[in-house]
């Protein structure tokens, strides 16, 4: 950003990080930790496209006997070129204060209660020529510039009864009303409902198994106060499995992801059903491994596998999608630099095949290529 003007967002931006420090100030017995960095994006496709990003995190975290408060903010530069076309964009993100209160010991089930506030500093009112910016999220990390204000209370409720451990939570998400771009104002995306189960159980000191579920429930999207689109409701079941020695440990998960009916605007009817799933199912395959080198470094991989079918449109139909088939790999290394410094770079490398696809534009095969490199500095005080 060339020249930050002092506007409202940035006000606010600014305001939040004060708050947190000084309410850290005051619990002399708190825990702090800062974390930033830096992480670069690039991408580029067989169709003379190609994209980067530097994005620079920040996130403060304080805890206090059962309370803990973390403002998690940013700063992005984008830029993406199709042929002789360039656009950029150079912005602030929006800041989340997360906050959360744990009851446990005293209830015959432990209780994590949850409240969320999105605080819109990000941009947005983006140029009609400029959304072209707000990227698929399977090819770069930041492709949300800004929203409304939007408030998440959450609750979660955990057992433990031998060797299984449970837990139980639902969430609701309001989100306020921004504008989307200068062409799509007063936007009021529509409020989610969410709820989730994780369940798991110790086969042995060094294996875990695990079962999870998601249901999320999505509003209507308004625009100028009327219906314009509702999300299809998703549902996502998955199985996990966790192995621990003493120098290495191991994740793998197994996710799928059904997507119902989405609803759109047709003329004067408002929002009806379509006729099939605009969205494949989807299939996601996580290895993740952990080796301690030493007492100061540990080596980290992981490998990704996601899938996603056609949609249930004929390939002749204007909302037809075909399907996505993308394989990812991520390298790494993290580092005790200080007693209270902690340091870690991860570099990621990915490729994606999409098939042909009507919607939302016609467009043939494509093949991606993309990276990404990741620095992370945390402190302790």
Do not use: C
């Not at 399977?138 to 409720?157: A, C, H, K, R, W």
């Not at 770079?345 to 043939?364: C, S, T, W, Y």
């Amino acid at each position: 950003m060339n020249n930050i003007r002092f506007t409202t967002k940035t006000f606010i931006w600014l305001s939040s990080l004060v708050i947190i420090l000084f309410y850290a100030g005051e619990l002399q017995a708190a825990d702090i930790k800062v974390r930033t960095g830096i992480n670069y994006d690039w991408w580029d496709d067989d169709q003379d496209t190609k994209a980067s990003q530097v994005y620079i995190p920040l996130r403060i975290k304080t805890s206090f006997q059962q309370f803990s408060m973390s403002v998690i903010t940013g700063y992005t530069s984008t830029h993406i070129t199709s042929g002789e076309e360039k656009k950029s964009l150079n912005s602030l993100l929006d800041t989340k204060v997360n906050t959360s209160y744990e009851l446990s010991g005293n209830l015959p089930v432990d209780l994590l209660i949850g409240f969320d506030i999105n605080l819109p500093t990000g941009k947005t009112a983006l140029k009609q020529e400029d959304l072209v910016l707000i990227m698929d999220p399977d090819l770069i990390s930041i492709n949300n510039f800004g929203e409304g204000l939007d408030i998440n209370p959450t609750l979660v409720v955990t057992k433990e009864m031998g060797k299984w451990v449970g837990g139980i939570g639902l969430g609701y998400a309001w989100r306020g009303t921004y504008d989307y771009s200068v062409a799509v104002t007063d936007f009021n995306p529509g409020d989610i409902i969410n709820s989730s189960a994780d369940i798991r159980y110790s086969f042995s000191p060094q294996m875990t198994g695990r079962f999870l579920g998601n249901i999320v429930f999505y509003g209507a999207d308004k625009v100028d106060g009327k219906d314009f689109y509702r999300e299809g409701n998703l549902l996502l079941l998955g199985i996990g499995l966790h192995y621990s020695r003493t120098k290495w440990n191991g994740d793998f998960t197994l996710r799928t992801i059904f997507r119902g009916k989405s609803e759109f605007q047709e003329g004067s009817k408002g929002i009806i059903s379509e006729a099939k799933k605009s969205h494949g199912d989807e299939w996601v395959g996580d290895i993740n491994l952990r080796y301690l080198l030493n007492d100061s470094i540990t080596l980290k991989s992981s490998l990704q596998g996601r899938w996603i079918s056609e949609n249930d449109y004929a390939t002749d139909s204007n909302l037809f999608v075909g399907k996505r088939e993308k394989f990812s790999v991520k390298l790494g290394a993290s580092k005790i630099l200080l007693p209270n410094l902690d340091g870690e770079v991860m570099a990621k490398g990915f490729v994606i095949h999409d098939g042909e696809r009507l919607f939302p534009e016609e467009r043939g095969e494509r093949d991606y290529t993309g990276g990404s490199l990741e620095v992370v500095l945390t402190t302790r005080f």
